[in-house]
């Protein structure tokens, strides 16, 4: 029986906040410990993930849905850092194509989020698919939030 178990509905949904919360908190934290913003890792996560072609600052923009100018200057500290190369353009437009060099890849070994990779996999697939439902309100709440309609 976990912690949750006897409460209230309100005392419940209050603690999962809390506990949202602290995992966001730590994730941050351990993430600035490479010097790095969660914007940052977000960033060097889509760059390694993403299709060859879909490499460029404005699919990361699209992806992570914000403006080109904050990305653009994401990218920037990412380049300056050494984390990222920009290879040349693709097709017609100006779009350049963005990797990951060495060093980027070497720091996502120490990704924060491995840790919750690997403390989700212990969960039943039950669990997980009600985590990410809750875990979808969540965004979706801060998505409202974000537009003005909270």
Not at 99 to 128: F, Y
């Amino acid at each position: 029986m976990g912690r949750l178990d006897k409460m209230t509905e309100t005392e419940s949904t209050e603690a999962l906040t809390g506990l949202f919360e602290q995992v966001a908190r730590r994730l941050h934290s351990n993430g600035y410990a490479a010097q790095l913003f969660p914007a940052q890792w977000s960033a060097l996560r889509y760059i390694h993930q993403a299709e060859a072609d879909r490499r460029t600052a404005i699919d990361l923009a699209r992806h992570q849905g914000l403006a080109s100018g904050a990305v653009a200057r994401t990218v920037r500290t990412l380049v300056e850092k050494g984390l990222v190369t920009k290879m040349g353009t693709i097709g017609r437009g100006r779009a350049e194509r963005l990797e990951l060099t060495e060093k980027g890849h070497q720091l996502l070994k120490r990704d924060p989020l491995r840790s919750i990779c690997t403390a989700l996999e212990n969960l039943s697939i039950h669990e997980r698919s009600v985590l990410a439902k809750g875990l979808e309100a969540a965004i979706d709440a801060t998505r409202s939030m974000q537009h003005g309609r909270a």
